[in-house]
C-alpha cells in the first residue's frame, strides 16, 4: 500500500480554520485520497474523499496539490465535536484483491481548545 | 442516515472460551470487514468479505479466527479459544463496493479477556 505521512499532532481554537496536510509521494494514478476520523471511544467515521479535484462536503473540504503528492484536509470553523484523531488514507479506486481495505497510520490528533 | 450496528458493545470473557461478536452491515452492502483496536494502538485491518466467502485476511486472522454470513443480514466474527491479547475494540465495517466507495463502520464492540 501507498504511504502517508501525517504529523503527529496539532492543535486548533474552536471556530478558527484547521489545516491538517498529509505527504503521499509514492501515490498511483488510481489511488484516491481518503480522510476519515476517529472520535474517543467510537469508530472510525468517513469524512471526505478526492482523486484529482478539490472536494467539498458538509463536513470539511480537501485540498490536493496538482501534483498529487500532498492533501490538506481543511475543517473550516474547528468545534469542540472535531477534536479527534484524523488518518489520511490511500485507496486505489478500482478495487480488487488487497484494494478491498483501508489501512490506518498513527494519524493526526487533533486537539481543539475552547 | 443507514449505519452499521454491532451487539454486544461490551463482552467479559475468560481466556479461552469462544465468543461471536455480531454486526448488521448497511443493507445494500456487498463487501463487509472486521478491524481491531488495541486501546491506544493503530487500528488494524482483521479480514474483508465479499461474495459469501473471505477476499483478503491479515497475519492476525489466524485459525482461530472465523467469520459467517449465517443469513444474509448478519455477519459474525468468532474467537475460538480467546487469549488475553485478543482484548481490544473490535469494528465491523461495510461498503457498496470496493475502492471508491466509503466504508462505514459501526461503534465496536469491546471484548475484554480475564
Known amino acids: 500500500d501507498a504511504k502517508t505521512t501525517q504529523p503527529n499532532s496539532m492543535e486548533s481554537n474552536e471556530e478558527e480554520p484547521v489545516h491538517l496536510p498529509c505527504n503521499h509521494s509514492?501515490?498511483?494514478?488510481?489511488?484516491?485520497i481518503h480522510w476519515y476520523r476517529q472520535l474517543p471511544s467510537q469508530g472510525p467515521e468517513y469524512v471526505i474523499h478526492?482523486?484529482?479535484?478539490?472536494v467539498n462536503n458538509r463536513m470539511a473540504s480537501l485540498a490536493i496539490a496538482e501534483d498529487r503528492k500532498s492533501s490538506t484536509l481543511i475543517l473550516h470553523r474547528a468545534t469542540l465535536r472535531d477534536a479527534a484523531v484524523y488518518y489520511c488514507?490511500?485507496?486505489?479506486?478500482w478495487g480488487g484483491g488487497s484494494n478491498y481495505k483501508l489501512t490506518f497510520g498513527k494519524g493526526t490528533l487533533l486537539t481543539v481548545n475552547p | 442516515e443507514p449505519e452499521v450496528t454491532q451487539t454486544p458493545s461490551h463482552q467479559v470473557t475468560q481466556m479461552g472460551q469462544e465468543v461471536i461478536l455480531r454486526c448488521v452491515p448497511i443493507?445494500?452492502?456487498?463487501?463487509f470487514y472486521w478491524y481491531r483496536q488495541i486501546l491506544g494502538q493503530k487500528v488494524e485491518f482483521l479480514v474483508s468479505?465479499?461474495?459469501?466467502?473471505?477476499?483478503?485476511k491479515s497475519e492476525i486472522f489466524d485459525d482461530q479466527f472465523s467469520v459467517e454470513r449465517p443469513d444474509g443480514s448478519n455477519f459474525t466474527l468468532k474467537i475460538r479459544s480467546t487469549k488475553l491479547e485478543d482484548s481490544a475494540m473490535y469494528f465491523c465495517?461495510?461498503?457498496?463496493?470496493?475502492?471508491?466507495?466509503?466504508?462505514?463502520f459501526g461503534e465496536g464492540s469491546w471484548l475484554t479477556v480475564v
Open positions: 465495517a461495510s461498503s457498496e463496493s470496493a475502492g471508491r466507495n466509503t466504508i462505514y
Open positions: 443493507s445494500n452492502h456487498l463487501y
Open positions: 468479505f465479499y461474495n459469501n466467502e473471505i477476499s483478503e
Open positions: 509514492t501515490i498511483s494514478g488510481t489511488d484516491y
Open positions: 478526492g482523486l484529482t479535484s478539490n
Open positions: 488514507i490511500l485507496r486505489d479506486g
